[in-house]
């Protein structure tokens, strides 16, 4: 570590967490942890894959990062 770490190091998982607990974890009720980890994963790929946002474009994180590679 170069340097001292500060809150902002912590915004995006921080925004990251937020989001999965409305989307996820405040609207389901899980019977076990595994199905609650199940979930997670489904969440996790349907975030990156699925999930459009309008400050990247209107794409998912996955299709703009393909996007900015191919510029």
């Known amino acids: 570590m170069s340097r001292k770490g500060n809150c902002l190091d912590n915004a995006m998982m921080e925004n990251f967490f ?4 409305n989307e996820l974890l405040y609207i ?4 076990s942890i595994e199905d609650f ?3 997670l ?3 996790i ?3 990156n894959n699925k999930r459009i946002k309008l ?3 209107g ?3 996955v ?3 393909a996007h900015t590679n191919i510029n």
């Open 18 to 21: 937020g989001l999965m607990k």
């Open 28 to 31: 389901n009720k899980f019977s």
């Open 37 to 39: 980890e199940e979930e």
């Open 41 to 43: 994963r489904k969440y």
């Open 45 to 47: 790929w349907w975030y």
């Open 55 to 57: 400050r990247l474009k």
């Open 59 to 61: 794409m998912s994180p």
């Open 63 to 65: 299709q703009y990062r």
